[in-house]
Structures are given as C-alpha cells and as structure tokens.
C-alpha cells in the first residue's frame, strides 16, 4: 500500500493562512488523496479529497502536484478551532475498502 | 439521524477478561471499520466488512474477532484482553467504493484500558 509522509508538528498564528505539506512519492495512477483531521478527543472528520485536479470546499483546499508526487492542504485561515492533527491518506480506486493513516501532522493554532 | 454510534465510550478491563465493541450506523453504508490508536499515533485499521455477513482482515488483527450479522451492527471482540490491547478504538463507515464521494464517519471513540 502506498504511504504518505507528513512533517510532526506544524504552528500557524490565527486567522493566516496554512500549508500542511504530504509526501506520497509511490503514488499510483488510481489512489485518491484524502485528507481527515482530528479534533483532541474526537473521531477523524473528512477535510477533502482529490485525485490530480486541484480541490476547493468550505473547509480547505487541496493542492496537488503536477507528478502526484506531494500534495498540500491549504487552509485559508486558521482558526484556534483548526487545531488538530491533520492526516494525508492515499485511497486506492479499486481497494477503496482499505485505508491507512499514518501518524499525521499536529497543528497548533497561536492566538 | 445518530451517524456512528459506539458503545460503550469508557471500559476498564482486567487481563484475561473478554469484551465486545458495538459500532452502530444509521447511515445503510455498506463497508464498516474497525481501527485502533495508541498514544501519539495514527490509526491502525484492526478488521473490516464490505457487507453483511463478511468481515476482511486489516494491519493489526491478531487478539480481535469481528461480525457482521446485521448490515447496521459491526461487532468487535476481544476474547482475553491483554495490557497491549489498552487503546482508543474508533468505527468507521462507508458508502460503497464505487460512488464519488468516498467520506468515511467515525464515531467518537470507546477508551479501553485493559490493567
């Protein structure tokens, strides 16, 4: 299974924009990238997806590298509510089934 | 609509002791999740089920047994809990893979501690 790469620990000052960076260099031609965070005490929670065109919804956006190669999650701004940890996972079309979180990035939001 | 009900959100067992995990959804998705995190960890998938009466191996199974007797329940069971069993487990969901949108939902989480 193709895994991802995430710095630690990232810090942002309120209401500046974000970049959480993710290395998938084995990526193959049918993984989606998929991006969850985690609140402290609660279950993950869908960010956004994509698979070689660049994402926008409400919460972030996705920026993906031309080779597919990295990926980044841009939030626009931080809020002290996006504190979290912040996981990069790479979901095969076709064993959509099976999907791993590796050990993610820990933002923390500075007031 | 409840989404991911797991019960129950706090057990303390003793080694040697048996315990079973309930995931409840009212969502009709057909694939459910089992996975457990450690201290300062990702999440570790333990089984899986793509539909009733199947369940699929993941990561880390070894000490667990699931079921799936009934497509809202994914049932995880512990038959002689051990101290290296002490964790966060979280259930999650989804709608069949061959729809676009993939999001899975997790429920909040049981904090098992086996002593």
């Known amino acids: 299974d193709a895994k991802t790469t995430q710095p630690n620990s990232m810090e942002s000052n309120e209401e500046e924009p974000v970049h959480l960076p993710c290395n998938h260099s084995?990526?193959?031609?049918?993984?989606?990238i998929h991006w969850y965070r985690q609140l402290p005490s609660q279950g993950p929670e869908y960010v956004i997806h994509?698979?070689?065109s660049n994402v926008n919804n409400r919460m972030a956006s996705l920026a993906i590298a031309e080779d597919r190669k990295s990926s980044t999650l841009i939030l626009h701004r931080a809020t002290l509510r996006d504190a979290a940890v912040y996981y990069c996972?790479?979901?095969?079309?076709?064993?959509?089934?099976?999907?791993?979180f590796g050990s993610g990035t820990k933002l923390n939001v500075k007031p | 609509n409840a989404g991911v009900t797991q019960t129950p959100k706090f057990r303390v067992l003793k080694t040697g002791q048996s315990m079973t995990l309930l995931c409840a959804q009212d969502m009709n998705h057909e694939y459910m999740y089992w996975y457990r995190q450690d201290p300062g960890m990702g999440l570790r998938l333990i089984h899986y089920?793509?539909?009733?009466?199947?369940?699929a191996k993941g990561e880390v199974p070894d000490g667990y047994n699931v079921s799936r007797l009934k497509k809202q329940n994914f049932l995880l069971g512990l038959e002689s809990a051990a101290p290296s069993q002490t964790s966060v487990y979280f259930c999650a969901t989804t709608e069949q893979g061959n729809r676009m949108n993939t999001e899975a939902f997790f429920g909040q989480g049981t904090r098992l501690t086996v002593v």
């Open positions: 994509g698979l070689t």
């Open positions: 089920s793509v539909g009733e009466g199947t369940t």
């Open positions: 084995t990526i193959s031609g049918t993984d989606y």
């Open positions: 996972i790479l979901r095969d079309l076709y064993n959509f089934n099976k999907f791993y």
